[in-house]
């Protein structure tokens, strides 16, 4: 167990609808990372956010936005989604802002089906 | 800009040594990360590696890095079934760039 949590695990949903991910890090991490992971592009970086503000940003959609709460935990809000959403998402944290030796640890993702 | 390359899939048998490929374009990487994709689990870090370093030992894993070369690599010993995963390698630079992964290795461990 990393200590991350992700809910939902499984995420079914229409076209053109919006979801909410949920990310809860490690006991003690500040940074939150979130990726997609799908078969073509392997694992995308998408956002990063350390102590509730952003930090890095990489190939994240328009539709699709993050915040970090004051309690840590992070959501990932996407919207209008499409059928090419369908994906794995990762959640990740680790204690530095985003140092070179950071060492991330990841939740189980949330699998997104969109129909 | 920053890209890793893997090759998409490797089989060994049981008991045989696997060997993961990884290059990477950045020279400026200063840490190398394998980390392990178990089925409808999240990615768990195996071992990693400083730039200023030529080879890792840890138990049935080796790591060995030709930084001319920008190539890494992951030796597994005595390959279990167990072993049977998605294997990501990973670069991080410096600044405030987070991890670049590759699309990772499938490993299918054949008894």
């Known amino acids: 167990d990393s200590g991350v949590t992700q809910t939902p695990k499984h995420l079914i949903t229409a076209t053109g609808q919006r979801v909410t991910l949920r990310c809860s890090p490690r006991?003690?991490?500040?940074?939150v990372y979130w990726y997609q992971q799908s078969l073509d592009q392997g694992l995308q970086f998408l956002i990063q956010?350390?102590?509730?503000?952003?930090?890095a940003k990489g190939n994240i959609l328009e539709r699709f936005s993050a915040q970090q709460f004051p309690d840590l935990h992070s959501e990932l809000n996407l919207s209008s989604l499409e059928l090419g959403d369908s994906a794995l998402y990762f959640c990740?944290?680790?204690?530095?802002?985003?140092?070179?030796?950071?060492?991330?640890?990841f939740g189980s993702g949330t699998q997104l089906s969109v129909l | 800009g920053e890209d890793v390359e893997q090759s998409l899939f490797l089989s060994v048998r049981e008991g045989d040594s696997s060997v993961i490929n990884c290059t990477y374009t950045?020279?400026?990487?200063?840490?190398l990360y394998w980390y392990k994709q178990e089925p409808g689990a999240g990615l768990q870090l195996l071992t990693y590696?400083?730039?200023?370093?030529d080879m890792k030992q840890d138990q049935r894993l080796t790591v060995l890095l030709n930084k001319k070369d920008k190539h890494l690599s992951l030796r597994i010993a005595d390959t279990q079934t167990g072993d049977s995963a998605i294997y990501f390698c990973?670069?991080?630079?410096?600044?405030?760039?987070?991890?670049?992964f590759g699309k990772g290795t499938r490993l299918s461990v054949i008894a």
């Open positions: 990740a944290s680790s204690g530095l802002v985003a140092a070179t030796n950071e060492k991330l640890f």
């Open positions: 990973a670069e991080g630079t410096s600044g405030n760039t987070p991890l670049v």
């Open positions: 950045d020279s400026s990487s200063t840490y």
């Open positions: 956010y350390y102590n509730g503000e952003e930090r």
């Open positions: 006991s003690g991490d500040l940074s």
């Open positions: 590696i400083f730039s200023n370093m």
